[in-house]
């Protein structure tokens, strides 16, 4: 792709110094848009451009930002940078490389909405880059960006940073809120969404590391241009984390609805030795199996052709199976991460998750039946729509459609 | 006395300056950290004084450090060696790589080398998983990552380690009767 929305620090040494930032048309926007003091009009243009929120759901970003009430102050912005899906590695590039760009897009979130404190939730394991992120606050502070009464107006905003201490759940919203508060990070029960009672009970929006970059791009060229790329229902261009079994693993910034083809064997070079495509999980640890036929591969990765194959889209996370995979082996991996990750909260997770996790691994261990190829079904489908957040529904993708469409593989484990 | 704040007086105005005044609460977390930097782990005694600083219990906060895995509430190696084996990084390895560190230190995930060095640990997704396998290291609370690992390298670093940090093992300060006998590893009690 010959224009970066995203990756930018690719094609510009240095980017992540502010100078470097500002050379290249960072900040060229946020005076302006601070002293005309036209909130609607940034909201406005970001739903106009159908930026979808990057962490997975693919809600639109404008349209979240215009649930908040304008009777109930203060509003907050809080920054998911919790990015823990395993085959996620997106945000942490942007996060070190590009980090003015995306405290830019918070910047103009805040500004959006009318919040006076924004919060970065880092996940723990981003404290070296939490404490970079510090810095670079400290420095858009001292040079007037940042603090109180911006550019002689009435409008104040100060940027916070939260590190976490490991725990993927903290990924979701309303845990991370949570999280934030001091507490455990386990979910709440919506309603109240977020929107009207989020962080320390006040109308809240949290966005996506990679949702907020993409904001001075469509303030600055506006949402037409924007919308240059991507398909109708789903702009703009994507940061696709590819890994597993590729020869070249890595991100690879594309517009939506660029095919799995293109992504595998142009950017990612093929498979490793040459083997056969078994599989992609098209939305890491979350996703469903979703066998490699010539018509997946076809697939453009957006949000609707990708849910019409059986997965969402996620945050782009795109794993790799080829024939030398067992799917035993991999959904095993699946469901002892998701039991680890359980927050405890709620029964059909807590309970789900380990006993499923006890069948698999009997099932790896060569000493299971066929029943219990049945039984880990029966559980995972008990399980389906009753957990109170997305962890516990997603941690029986990989494992129904993976008897679904590898039963084999399960069968071949059994004990003789 | 707090010792926390008498320590660190400037450090805690900053970060409870980053909440609103009677949300004190929300500076748990980062109080943790500040605590744990120190020895590597939070004592009974620093939860005690967290909880007096943030005005909630003491049982509060040991949730907190209950719940989240890179809190600690007893002394382990000086280096705690974090491998992800999850789906991704075990595609490219990394179990087959675990097991091999695991023999060479001759511990298993969870347990501590016999010097007290190092406490090698499997855990979960690391947000690098075009560069598996890899390891987080954690010191004290500076944590960093070393990708694209093979078992030679990692033991050359380990070994440069030991040498850099006169392979001084934690274990042996003062400290260790602070512990509370039992911790839960994650949020679930699944473990």
């Known amino acids: 792709m010959s224009e970066f929305v995203l ?5 510009i040494p240095g980017l992540n110094q502010l100078k470097t930032y500002v050379a290249n048309g960072g900040f060229s926007m946020w005076k302006k848009v601070v002293t005309s003091n036209k909130p609607e009009d940034l909201v406005r243009e970001v739903k106009a451009s159908g930026l979808r929120g990057r962490g997975g759901a693919g809600f639109p970003t404008g349209v979240k930002w215009s649930f908040l009430p304008n009777d109930i102050w203060p ?9 823990s899906e ?11 490389f590009n980090p003015y760009q995306f405290l830019e897009g918070l910047m103009l979130a805040s500004f959006a909405v009318q919040a006076n404190d924004a919060y970065i939730y880092f996940r723990g394991e981003f404290s070296q880059i939490a404490k970079k992120i510090d810095e670079r606050i400290a420095e858009l502070t001292t040079k007037g960006y940042l603090g109180d009464g911006l550019y002689a107006t009435s409008y104040s905003l100060r940027v916070h940073t939260h590190v976490g201490a490991g725990a993927y759940i903290c990924g979701e919203e309303t845990a991370l809120l949570e999280s934030i508060e001091g507490k455990l990070g386990q979910p709440r029960l919506r309603p109240p969404f977020p929107a009207l009672s ?3 009970n006040k109308p809240t929006v949290i966005n996506n590391v990679e949702t907020l970059a993409n904001l001075p791009y469509i303030i600055e060229k506006g949402s037409d241009a924007f919308r240059r790329h991507g398909t109708d229902k789903s702009p703009g261009t994507k940061i696709f984390s590819l890994s597993g079994r590729v020869n070249k693993p890595g991100n690879y910034e594309l517009p939506l609805g660029t095919t799995f083809r293109e992504l595998i064997y142009k950017h990612g070079e093929g498979i490793i ?34 849910s019409a194959l059986g997965s969402p889209l996620g945050s782009a996370s795109v794993i790799i199976l080829d024939e030398t995979v067992n799917i035993s082996r991999l959904v095993n991996s699946t469901v002892h991460f998701f039991k680890h990750e359980s927050c405890g909260k709620c029964t059909p997770c807590r309970e789900g998750t380990y006993w499923m996790s006890h069948i698999t691994s009997r099932i790896e261990s060569g000493k299971a039946k066929k029943e219990d190829i049945d039984l880990l079904k029966v559980v ?16 029986i993708m990989a494992v129904m459609s993976g008897l679904q469409h590898f039963r084999a593989d399960f069968d071949a484990r059994l004990e003789s | 006395m707090n010792q926390l704040l008498k320590k660190y007086p400037e450090e805690i105005k900053r970060i409870l300056a980053k909440y609103p005044t009677e949300q004190k609460q929300a500076a748990v977390m980062p109080l943790l950290h500040l605590a744990q930097g120190e020895i590597g782990f939070v004592s009974r005694t620093a939860m005690q004084e967290i909880a007096e600083i943030t005005g909630v219990t003491t049982t509060e906060v040991a949730s907190v450090v209950g719940f989240y895995t890179l809190f600690h509430d007893a002394p382990e190696g000086k280096i705690r060696l974090q491998v992800c084996t999850d789906v991704a990084c075990d595609l490219r390895g990394a179990k087959e790589y675990l097991a091999n560190l695991c023999q060479q230190l001759d511990a298993k995930p969870g347990e501590t080398s016999m010097d007290g060095f190092i406490t090698i640990e499997e855990v979960k997704c690391l ?48 400290s260790i009767e602070e512990a509370p006998a039992t911790k839960s590893t994650d949020g679930g009690g699944n473990e």
């Open chain 2, 127 to 174: 947000a690098a998983c075009d560069r598996a396998p890899l390891f987080q290291s954690q010191i004290g609370n500076e944590l960093e990552y070393h990708e694209n690992q093979t078992p030679t390298r990692t033991m050359d670093w380990l070994r440069s380690m030991s040498a850099a940090l006169n392979g001084t093992p934690l274990r042996s300060s003062a």
């Open chain 1, 198 to 200: 989020g962080l320390f």
């Open chain 1, 86 to 96: 395993p085959g996620t590695f997106k945000d942490r590039e942007l996060l070190e």
């Open chain 1, 273 to 306: 030795n040459g083997a056969t495509i078994k599989a992609i999980m098209p939305a890491g640890a979350s996703s469903t199996l979703i066998p490699a036929t010539e018509t997946a591969l076809d697939t453009p990765m957006d949000y609707e052709a990708t």
């Open chain 1, 75 to 83: 509003h907050y912005v809080v920054a998911n940078a919790d990015e």
């Open chain 1, 7 to 11: 990756l930018r620090h690719r094609e």
């Open chain 1, 380 to 395: 995972a489908s008990q399980m389906q729509n009753k957990c109170l957040c997305a962890l516990g529904e997603f941690s």
